[in-house]
C-alpha cells in the first residue's frame, strides 16, 4: 500500500488540487499550498527532498519577475483599464447601431463588430464583457431583443478578446510552451475572425428565421443610407483602428517585441482617451488602481500555479500522465490531442483559463513536443504553435459554459435586472457550440493557424 501511494502520488496531489478548487478558496493559496503539502508527503515517502525546496524561490522569481515575456501582462491589463474608460465601446457600438439596426439582428451583430475592435485592443475579458454588457443590454432589450439573443451575443463578443491578439492568454501559453507569442498572435488573427463570422452568420440567419428575438428598427430610424451616420462610425472606428495597427503593426513588422509594443499601446490609448476628453487625475487614478488588482491576482496565480508544477513533477507526475494515456491506447499525436482537448473542455465548466493553462499546459507540454503530428503538420517546429491556438480557442469557452463561466458573472453583476440567469446561460449555448465547431476546423485545417505566421516569416 505505501508503495503504491508514492506510485500514484502526483494523481492524489491532481486530486487534492481539485477538491482545494472547489472549497472556494483563492486559487493561489490552494495550488501554492498543495506543493507545499504534497512536497513535505513526499519527503516522508522518500519521494522528495528538501533541498529540492530551496530550487522554488529562484524558479518564481525567473518564471514571473525575471521573465521579460511577462512585462507584457501588466502592460495590457493597463491599456485594456484605459479603453475601459475612453468609451471607445460606447460611441462605436451607437455608430454601427444607427447603421446596422435596419437589419433583423443588426444590433445583436453589431455588438459582436465592437467586441472584435475591442478583443484587439485589449486583450481582456472582464473589462469587455461589463463594458458591453452596461452600454448594450438596456438598447437591446428596449429594442425588444429576446434576453437570450441579448446575454449571449454580448457574452461572445466580450471573451473574443482572450483569442484575439493582443491576448494575454497567448502571451501566457507561449512562455509555458516556449513559442513565440508573436508567431501564436499572428496565428490567432483568422481563427478569431472565423469565430466572430460565424457568430454574425448565426445572427444574422436567426434574426431572418425568428424575426420576434432581432427585430429590425423602424425606417424612420434606419441610418444605412446617411452620410451623416456613416461620418459618425468612421470617426469612431478609425482612431481605435490606429492603435490596433501601431500595436500589432509593430510587433509584425518586426519593429517591437510584443512587450515593447503593448507598451506603445499604453501611451497610444492614453492619447485616445486625452483626445475624448475622458482623462482626469481621478479617473487615471481608477485605471492603474484596476489595473493593479488585476496584475497581482494574475501573478499571485502565477506563482502558486509554479510551486505546484514544480513538486509535481519532481514527484514524477509528467511519467505518471505517460503512463495513464498509453494505458488508454492514447498512442498517436491526434489522441494526445484530443485528449488535452477534451480534458480542457471539461475543466472549462469549473475553472478559469489562468489556471487550466498553468495547470495542463506543463503536465502536456512535454507530451506535446514529443508526439508525432506529422500527419497534420509536416514541419515539427510548428506544432507547438497550432496546437496552442487551438487549446486556445478551446479554452475561450471557459468563458461562456456554466455554472462558472465567468463570462456569465462579469454580466451577472450588471446586466438588468429583468435579464435572469437561465436566460443568461440559455443565450450562450449556441455560441459555445459555434467555438467547438471552430476548434474542429482549426484540427483538420491546421494553415488556418499556421497560414500568417509562415507568411510573415514568424515560423521556423
Do not use: M
Given at each position: 500500500m505505501p508503495s503504491f501511494f508514492a506510485d500514484t502520488l502526483p494523481l492524489w496531489m491532481f486530486a487534492v488540487m481539485v477538491v482545494g478548487l472547489f472549497t472556494g478558496y483563492p486559487v493561489a493559496f490552494v495550488l501554492g499550498a498543495v506543493g507545499i503539502l504534497f512536497g513535505f508527503i513526499g519527503i516522508a515517502m522518500g519521494e522528495f527532498h528538501m533541498i529540492q525546496f530551496m530550487?522554488?524561490?529562484?524558479?518564481?522569481?525567473?518564471?514571473?519577475?525575471e521573465n521579460p515575456v511577462f512585462v507584457a501582462i501588466p502592460l495590457f491589463i493597463f491599456m485594456g483599464s484605459i479603453l475601459q474608460k475612453s468609451r471607445?465601446?460606447?460611441?462605436?457600438?451607437?455608430?454601427?447601431?444607427a447603421i446596422l439596426g435596419g437589419l433583423r439582428g443588426g444590433l445583436a451583430v453589431a455588438v459582436i463588430l465592437v467586441g472584435t475592435v475591442l478583443a484587439a485592443m485589449t486583450g481582456m475579458i472582464g473589462a469587455s464583457v461589463v463594458v458591453i454588457s452596461i452600454i448594450a443590454l438596456p438598447l437591446m432589450l428596449s429594442r425588444n431583443y429576446s434576453p437570450e439573443i441579448s446575454t449571449g451575443s454580448v457574452a461572445a463578443a466580450g471573451t473574443l478578446g482572450i483569442l484575439i491578439p493582443p491576448s494575454i492568454m497567448l502571451v501566457v501559453m507561449g512562455d509555458m510552451l516556449q513559442a513565440s507569442v508573436a508567431a501564436l498572435f499572428a496565428g490567432a488573427i483568422l481563427p478569431g475572425l472565423l469565430l466572430a463570422s460565424?457568430?454574425?452568420?448565426?445572427?444574422?440567419?436567426?434574426?431572418?428565421?425568428?424575426?420576434?428575438?432581432?427585430?429590425?428598427?423602424?425606417?424612420?430610424?434606419?441610418?444605412f443610407r446617411s452620410g451623416a451616420a456613416m461620418f459618425t462610425l468612421l470617426k469612431a472606428l478609425i482612431p481605435p483602428l490606429l492603435l490596433i495597427i501601431i500595436v500589432l503593426g509593430?510587433?509584425?513588422?518586426?519593429?517591437?517585441?510584443?512587450?515593447?509594443?503593448?507598451?506603445?499601446?499604453?501611451?497610444g490609448a492614453l492619447l485616445l482617451a486625452a483626445l475624448k476628453r475622458t482623462v482626469s487625475f481621478a479617473a487615471l487614478r481608477e485605471m492603474v488602481l484596476d489595473a493593479s488588482l488585476t496584475v497581482g491576482m494574475v501573478y499571485f496565480v502565477i506563482f502558486g500555479a509554479t510551486l505546484f508544477s514544480y513538486v509535481f513533477r519532481m514527484l514524477g507526475g509528467d511519467d505518471v500522465v505517460h503512463g495513464m494515456l498509453e494505458s488508454m491506447g492514447v498512442d498517436t499525436g491526434f489522441h494526445v490531442l484530443m485528449a488535452l482537448m477534451i480534458g480542457v473542455f471539461i475543466l472549462g465548466f469549473f475553472f478559469d483559463w489562468l489556471e487550466i493553462c498553468l495547470i495542463v499546459l506543463p503536465i502536456f507540454a512535454p507530451i506535446l513536443v514529443s508526439a508525432d503530428f506529422s500527419s497534420f503538420v509536416a514541419t515539427p517546429g510548428h506544432v507547438l504553435v497550432w496546437a496552442a491556438v487551438v487549446v486556445a480557442i478551446n479554452m475561450q469557452t471557459s468563458f461562456l459554459t456554466p455554472p462558472f463561466g465567468f463570462a456569465l458573472f462579469y454580466m451577472r453583476g450588471v446586466a438588468?435586472?429583468?435579464?435572469?440567469t437561465v436566460?443568461?446561460?440559455?443565450?450562450?449555448?449556441?455560441?459555445?457550440?459555434?467555438?467547438?465547431?471552430?476548434?474542429?476546423?482549426?484540427?483538420?485545417?491546421?494553415?488556418?493557424?499556421?497560414f500568417?505566421?509562415?507568411?510573415?516569416?514568424?515560423?521556423f
Open positions: 530550487n522554488l524561490l529562484p524558479r518564481i522569481y525567473r518564471q514571473a519577475v471607445v465601446a460606447e460611441d462605436l457600438l451607437l455608430s454601427l447601431q460565424l457568430y454574425v452568420i448565426y445572427l444574422l440567419v436567426l434574426g431572418f428565421l425568428k424575426p420576434s428575438v432581432g427585430p429590425a428598427t423602424p425606417p424612420e430610424e434606419n441610418a509593430s510587433i509584425y513588422g518586426g519593429f517591437a517585441t510584443p512587450t515593447e509594443a503593448a507598451g506603445v499601446g499604453c501611451a438588468p435586472a429583468e435579464i435572469s436566460s443568461i446561460y440559455k443565450g450562450v449555448i449556441p455560441f459555445i457550440a459555434i467555438q467547438i465547431v471552430v476548434v474542429a476546423i482549426a484540427i483538420a485545417f491546421p494553415d488556418l493557424v499556421l500568417l505566421p509562415r507568411h510573415w516569416g514568424l515560423l
